[in-house]
C-alpha cells in the first residue's frame, strides 16, 4: 500500500482542516487505517484509528469530540476532519495501514506508512 497525505496547510485557532489519505493497492478496503501525528520534540502519537468497514472508531482523548474519522473504500482513501483546532495541534500527520487488523492505537502495529502533511495552527 502506497499512502498519499493531503489537506494540510496553516490555520488560525479554532478553525478546521480536513487531511486526505489517497492509498493504492485493491486490497485498501481490508486494512484499518489510522492517523498519527508527530509534533516537534514529541513522540509520534496515535490520533485516530478506523476498521476496515468503517463501523469502527477510536481517537485519543485530547481530539474527542472535535475530530472525525471516516473513509471511502470506492475511492480508496480515508479522512480525518479536524475542528476547533488548538495550537497543540501543530504536527506533521500520517496515515497508516494496518494490514493485519490487529486493532491497534500503536504506530508499531502499522505497516504502511504515507510521507505526512504539516498541519500548523496559530494562536
Known amino acids: 500500500v502506497h499512502a498519499v497525505e493531503s489537506g494540510g496547510g496553516l490555520v488560525q485557532a479554532g478553525g478546521s482542516l480536513r487531511l486526505s489519505c489517497a492509498a493504492s493497492?485493491?486490497?485498501?478496503?481490508?486494512?484499518?487505517m489510522g492517523w498519527f501525528r508527530h509534533a516537534p520534540g514529541k513522540e509520534r502519537e496515535f490520533v485516530a484509528r478506523?476498521?476496515?468497514?468503517?463501523?469502527?472508531?477510536n481517537y485519543t482523548d485530547s481530539v474527542k469530540g472535535r475530530f472525525t474519522i471516516s473513509r471511502d473504500n470506492a475511492k480508496n482513501a480515508v479522512y480525518l476532519q479536524m475542528n476547533s483546532l488548538k495550537p497543540e495541534g501543530t504536527a506533521v500527520y500520517y496515515c497508516?495501514?494496518?494490514?493485519?487488523?490487529?486493532?491497534?492505537?500503536?504506530?508499531?502495529?502499522?505497516?504502511?506508512w504515507g510521507q505526512g502533511t504539516q498541519v500548523t495552527v496559530s494562536s
Open positions: 493497492g485493491r486490497t485498501f478496503s481490508n486494512y484499518n
Open positions: 478506523i476498521n476496515w468497514s468503517g463501523r469502527n472508531t
Open positions: 497508516a495501514a494496518d494490514a493485519a487488523r490487529r486493532a491497534s492505537t500503536s504506530s508499531s502495529q502499522y505497516d504502511y
